[in-house]
């Protein structure tokens, strides 16, 4: 193990790949690790550490944890430094083995043994049940979000919540922001320039595969992608959905020369082929902040539609003094059908807030800046 070896634990998008080969062009060992329930399509890259490669051929359980327990002490010794997105632990050998012991307390020796060894452990949260308690997250936005959630009691409950935070706080060095918003539930979480992007993979002129290239088209495409599965029911979905098409669905009514882009079930690696080719793009409308979507999509250069929450919003020019605004072209439920009449009907607008999405992805996302900043930051925990 050198001190600069880094490992990602369960991809996010397309993040952890894009940090992990800027790190290694700075001298770092650095690789993604994915476990066996992470979705094929969710992938940016083939080339990680896979726990079905670790389990063997065998089915035997004793054999299993055996080459589970063997795969945890390598990745002890190559490691200094562990990147957690959505889970608190880095890797479990068996979680039968907590309840070993006198008492009824639960026990996470890996995480232990990570901590006597010196390791480094961050969490990056997956989510606002892993930023805040449901009933703190409750009070935002009036319960806006909430209401709107449809996330299963079973995955979003303050016991399973408050569990994830005692382990993080107790285990983890770093909590690295999803959203600004502050956290009573994380006092470590910090606003730090982590997601990052390739402005080259992420570019307004990348050359797009045929495969994906969509007929030439004389309306302008306003693009809104969301998983219809699971993540909503009737109309109800924390990106506002129904309200984007509706809105959509009336410029069309009215004549206006636009067209609903939807894409669903597209290999991550794939996406920013299709997103490049919309004219708008519109992400959430009741989160409170921008996701992964328009994050790509500033790189790419699209206008970027999304609700920012004002509190949020201020947290975000706090940390960052530097900017005085971001580029979203801002709009809620209510408003989105005249925001995005405005960008329809006005070309020098529209076009405007493209350049300045790319200038900031420029300034904010770029990864040849960031990995050098979460660099410093890893070798000053």
């Not at 957690?84 to 995480?111: C, H, I, K, M, W």
């Not at 991550?268 to 409308?285: E, G, H, K, T, Y």
């Not at 801002?330 to 076009?351: D, H």
Request: aromatic share 12%.
């Amino acid at each position: 193990m050198t001190s600069r070896s880094i490992l990602f634990v369960n991809p996010a998008y397309h993040y952890f790949f894009t940090l992990r080969d800027e790190l290694r062009k700075l001298g770092w060992t650095a690789d993604v690790y994915k476990n066996v329930g992470h979705p094929k399509q969710l992938l940016f890259a083939d080339d990680v550490l896979r726990e079905e490669d670790i389990r063997g051929g065998t089915r035997h359980p004793v054999f299993r944890t055996l080459g589970r327990l063997w795969f945890f002490v390598r990745t002890v010794l190559a490691y200094k430094y562990f990147v957690v997105y959505g889970d608190a632990e880095v890797f479990s050998v068996n979680p039968r083995l907590r309840q070993l012991g006198r008492g009824a307390r639960t026990r996470y020796p890996e995480l232990w043994l990570l901590k006597r060894l010196g390791k480094k452990l961050l969490f990056f949260p997956n989510g606002c049940h892993q930023e805040l308690l449901k009933r703190d997250f409750s009070l935002h936005e009036n319960g806006n979000m909430c209401r709107n959630c449809v996330l299963p009691e079973a995955v979003c409950n303050d016991v399973e919540n408050q569990r994830i935070f005692d382990l993080v706080n107790r285990y983890h060095d770093f909590v690295i922001a999803n959203t600004p918003m502050d956290s009573p539930s994380l006092p470590q979480k910090r606003q730090v320039r982590f997601l990052s992007l390739d402005l080259e993979q992420f570019k307004p002129n990348i050359q797009i595969p045929e495969r994906l290239r969509l007929p030439t088209s004389a309306k302008l495409r306003i693009l809104h992608s969301f998983v219809d599965g699971r993540r909503q029911i009737g109309e109800k979905n924390v990106k506002g959905s129904p309200f984007v098409v509706r809105a959509i669905r009336r410029l069309e009514a009215e004549g206006f020369p636009v067209e609903y882009m939807y894409v669903n079930n597209i290999a991550s690696r794939d996406m920013r082929f299709l997103q490049v080719q919309a004219d708008i793009v519109v992400d959430q409308l009741i989160y409170g902040w921008w996701g992964s979507t328009a994050v790509e999509c500033m790189g790419l250069g699209r206008p970027v539609v999304c609700y920012l929450s004002p509190s949020i919003k201020a947290r975000f020019l706090e940390a960052f003094p530097e900017y005085q605004d971001v580029p979203i072209v801002e709009a809620s439920t209510a408003t989105i059908y005249e925001v995005l009449k405005q960008l329809v009907t006005n070309e020098s607008f529209r076009l405007a807030k493209g350049r300045e999405a790319r200038s900031f992805a420029e300034r904010h996302f770029d990864v040849r800046r960031n990995a050098k900043e979460v660099a410093s930051l890893l070798e000053g925990l």
